[in-house]
């Protein structure tokens, strides 16, 4: 594996609306995040990923883009881009967007004008088909429910193919023209000083065509796009044409949201001259999927996690780097998943903060994170913004769940739990806004916040703190970004322990239960890197882990 310039870093996602208002209408904006650089910085952090801020109509939160070489005038223009590029620069800090184009808004330009012309030049940077009564092209399902084909407007014969909302038409890759506009696109922002991308749903660029249909599997005659996905051939040449076209020129960092590789395409994807720098490892977060939908989605125990991400370290293993992360904005927070219901505490969450982050990879962090913010309890359906939620709880109750047991499922995996504006304080609306905030603000902002953790040593913030400091420490930077992970005690229950070997030799264990657990340490420590309690209690060379406790030694 090659070296890379960006390997050593720690990156931090912000989802702009909800990240940060300096002009207090209710919506994060791009002087909010430049407000907050020096604590980013502070945080030990040099990557940031922000979510969509080009001009949108919003159906979903940004990811349907009407202008990409512009700003949403609500997040601010493009000189406050250019000043949080320069802001960024003076603090040795990289700024990457997000790519969105396996999909553009309906109110793009090139749709409209699709819409206005459909056999003209435009027709062909979409999927446009003829529409015949009672008949459609295929039956897959859009991941936001329904049928992907919708009646083009202004011409009742044809229909237009959106795997995603019907606001976000699919671009045709297929069609060179396209694929140009893409890279002209990229090399843009590039050019203006971004440091790269994350990009985002990008294994649905290729279809398998001609269109057909798959196994029907949901009451609604649809079929999941995933049987297509596993269908379509050729993602690859798409790829690496975007790759040498744009990222390796640029020496640019690029993160991939990729879903269903095959193991034996990852040198491909993330190898040293793979399509993308990076990929996030979603193992976690897709256990326990259904076909069915979020209501029948089995919940993930400490073991099940431990399998999932030392089966990933294991497949990637000298390949490239994953990505790794244990929420995003379009999953529950991580604390409320991956700990077991009850057990939620300071202890657990610095414990759930130290297995992932010492792992091999690119460590992410998602804004709120770092202070252990939590899931929204929701009342009722109406309290939610996001469509896939909406869909999911239609979904719920199609299967035959009552209102109140469909919102309890969709609950429990909303992409809003994460959208929740960040608790910086304990004023009023949590110090992220003086208007109403657009989506609301969880009511334990009082006692969770940036202010009340900042200073203290035994936060979780202060311990998110150390842990970037220790992955930068020159004395062990080499082992962590760059050592063997080994697993340790693999199939001992409620256990997670790892080795991480280099110039050095650490061990990383983790208590994943309330319960004490004794642990036989292979060889006797030299020093306590982390440690999440105040002391470790150690008898005849084995280690006596209190209730969720980690620590991080040096053998
Ligand atoms: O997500 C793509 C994706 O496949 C899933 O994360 C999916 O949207 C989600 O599970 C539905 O609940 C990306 C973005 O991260 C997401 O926010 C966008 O909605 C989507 O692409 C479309 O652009
Ligand atoms: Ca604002």
Redesign the pocket.
């Known amino acids: 594996m090659n070296r890379k310039w960006w390997q050593d870093k720690v990156a931090y996602q912000i989802y702009p609306k909800s990240f940060n208002d300096s002009n207090n209408d209710g919506i994060g904006d791009i002087p909010g995040i430049i407000e907050k650089l020096d604590y980013l910085k502070n945080l030990g952090v040099d990557i940031v990923w922000i979510s969509p801020c080009y001009p949108s109509p919003f159906a979903?939160?940004g990811?349907d883009i009407s202008d990409y070489y512009n700003i949403h005038p609500v997040f601010g223009t493009l000189e406050d881009m250019d000043r949080l590029l320069a802001e960024a620069k003076k603090r040795n800090m990289y700024i990457i967007l997000d790519l969105?184009v396996?999909?553009c808004s309906d109110e793009h330009e090139w749709f409209k004008k699709a819409c206005q012309d459909p056999d003209g030049k435009y027709g062909n940077f979409f999927y446009i088909e003829d529409r015949k009564e009672g008949e459609l092209p295929c039956n897959w399902r859009s991941?936001f429910g329904g049928s992907v084909w919708e009646p083009l407007p202004g011409h009742p014969d044809k229909q237009y193919l959106h795997v995603?909302h019907k606001k976000?038409p699919d671009l045709n890759w297929e069609n060179p023209e396209v694929r140009e506009e893409v890279y002209k696109n990229i090399n843009w922002w590039l050019d203006r000083g971004v440091s790269g991308f994350r990009i985002?749903?990008i294994i649905n660029i290729k279809k398998k065509l001609p269109f057909k249909d798959y196994p029907v599997d949901r009451s609604d005659g649809l079929s999941s796009i995933r049987y297509m996905l596993e269908d379509a051939e050729g993602v690859g040449e798409f790829l690496s044409e975007m790759r040498d076209r744009t990222f390796a020129p640029h020496n640019a960092f690029s993160v991939g949201?990729v879903?269903n590789e095959k193991d034996d395409e990852l040198p491909d994807f993330i190898g040293d001259n793979g399509y993308f720098s990076s990929m996030f490892d979603f193992s976690t977060e897709v256990f326990g999927g259904s076909d069915k939908g979020w209501y029948d989605q089995a919940p993930i125990t400490p073991d099940d996690y431990k399998k999932c991400c030392f089966n990933s370290q294991k497949r990637v293993s000298n390949v490239g780097f994953l990505s790794n992360i244990i929420e995003?904005?379009?999953e529950p927070r991580g604390v409320c998943r991956y700990i077991p219901e009850g057990d939620l505490s300071l202890h657990s969450k610095k414990l759930l903060a130290t297995v992932y982050f010492m792992l091999k990879g690119l460590p992410f962090i998602y804004q709120g994170q770092e202070i252990g913010m939590e899931n929204l309890s929701f009342q009722s359906i109406d309290q939610i913004d996001d469509v896939?939620t909406i869909d999911q709880y239609h979904v719920a109750l199609d299967a035959g769940f009552s209102e109140k047991e469909a919102l309890a499922c969709v609950s429990r995996y909303s992409?809003d739990n994460a959208r929740t504006p960040v608790q910086w304080d304990s004023s009023v609306n949590a110090g992220f806004s003086e208007g109403t905030p657009w989506l609301p603000v969880n009511p334990n902002y009082t006692e969770i916040n940036v202010a009340s953790q900042i200073n203290v040593p035994e936060s979780l913030l202060s311990y998110y703190k150390k842990l970037i400091a220790l992955r930068k420490d020159p004395v062990y930077k080499e082992t962590i970004v760059y050592g063997e992970l080994i697993p340790y005690l693999e199939d001992r229950h409620n256990l997670m322990a790892y080795y991480r070997k280099g110039e050095k030799t650490l061990l990383v264990l983790g208590n994943f239960q309330k319960e004490t657990q004794t642990v036989k340490l292979p060889a006797t420590y030299k020093k306590i890197l982390l440690n999440n309690y105040a002391e470790l209690r150690v008898i005849d060379g084995s280690v006596i882990l209190d209730d969720y406790q980690a620590v991080i030694l040096e053998l």
């Open positions: 979903d939160q990811y969105v396996n999909h991941y995603f976000q985002d749903a949201e879903f995003n904005h379009d896939s992409r």
